[in-house]
Structures are given as C-alpha cells and as structure tokens.
C-alpha cells in the first residue's frame, strides 16, 4: 500500500530526528575518543589538570548514553528507532515485504545481553531515575570504546535499514562527517600539555 502525503512526512520527520541525534551521539563518540587518546600522547595533561579530564570525560559519556537512550526510547510518541518502527508497521501493514525486516530489527534491538541493553540500563538507572539502590552500573554493564562505536555502527546500521526499506532516504554519512572531532579532543589535550 503506498504512503499518502502525511505518512511520508511522519517518516520523514522521525528520519531527520534519528539522523540528528545519531550525528550528535558519533560527535560525541569521536571526541571521547579524541580526549583518551591525547590522554595517552600528553600523560602530563593529567597531571596539570588531575579532575578536568576526567569529569569531561564523563560528562561526555553521560551526553552520549542521553543521545542513544534517546534513539533506542520505548516510549510512545517518541522519534526513537522503536517509535519509527512501530510506525513502519502502522503504515505498511502487518502482511507486507516490510513485516520481516521490522520484526527483524525489533529482535535486534531486544538482545538482552548486548550493548543496546547496556545503554537502555544506563540511561533508566542513571539518567532518567538516578537510581540509588546499590546497583553497580558501570560495574554491572561496562562498555569501552571499541565496544561504544560497534553499538553506534550497529545502530546507524538499523536506522539505515529502517529509513531506506520505508521512504528511500539514505542516511549513512553520519560517522564518516564526525570523524573530525577525535582530532579535535586530541588536539585540545596536547594544547593543554603545551
């Protein structure tokens, strides 16, 4: 069945949300990555600046866990991927070629034990409730940087799949355009060991 006007729109509309917060999350990435490895060139930053680097670190992290909580949110009437999804199947219909994939990307988003679970803990735990029950998150759920950017190739990667399969939009430049800010982190570390 094809889409009438508003339908395209409603798509496009959570595109343009994903595509954004998905471009905010890999900025975010690629300066943390920028600030760990100045951290390593320029180790003296630390000691000129023994709290700072830390605290925008985890400042940046916590921005980061926001962003992809963001994108992987199960509330209703959110632009999320679950919420573009849900909409998906809404538009085209349960029988149609784009049931499968739907379900497919559902079931990937659902993996209980990957990193989108561990974001999703994060971000309810930490973020939206600030938890005080004695659960170790950090500890329960850890994540380093190489793990971080599968998640985030893996999230491009489905929102990809979602947007072209319904409206034959590409958005896949997102990681590629934030590649400069790992640069940028970097250079700030060795501006401050300078």
Request: charged share 25%; with cysteine.
């Amino acid at each position: 069945m094809p889409l009438n006007e508003q339908q395209k729109a409603n798509l496009e509309a959570d595109a343009e949300a994903l595509n954004s917060t998905l471009c905010a999350a890999w900025r975010i990435f690629y300066l943390m990555q920028g600030l760990h490895r100045g951290a390593n060139e320029y180790p003296e930053t630390l000691e000129r600046c023994p709290g700072a680097l830390p605290e925008i670190w985890r400042a940046q992290f916590w921005t980061l866990v926001t962003c992809t909580g963001t994108i992987l949110d199960r509330t209703r009437n959110t632009q999320s991927l679950p919420a573009l999804l849900a909409r998906i199947r809404r538009y085209f219909g349960e029988g149609s070629d784009l049931s499968g994939l739907v379900a497919d990307l559902e079931a990937q988003l659902r993996k209980p034990d990957g990193a989108f679970h561990k974001i999703e803990e994060w971000r309810h735990r930490v973020v939206a409730h600030n938890a005080r029950d004695g659960i170790d998150v950090f500890g329960d759920h850890p994540m380093d940087l190489d793990e971080i950017e599968a998640m985030l190739d893996e999230l491009t990667r489905l929102i990809g799949e979602a947007i072209w399969n319904s409206i034959a939009v590409h958005y896949y430049h997102q990681k590629e355009a934030s590649q400069e800010y790992a640069e940028h982190g970097r250079a700030m570390i060795k501006r401050i060991a300078s």
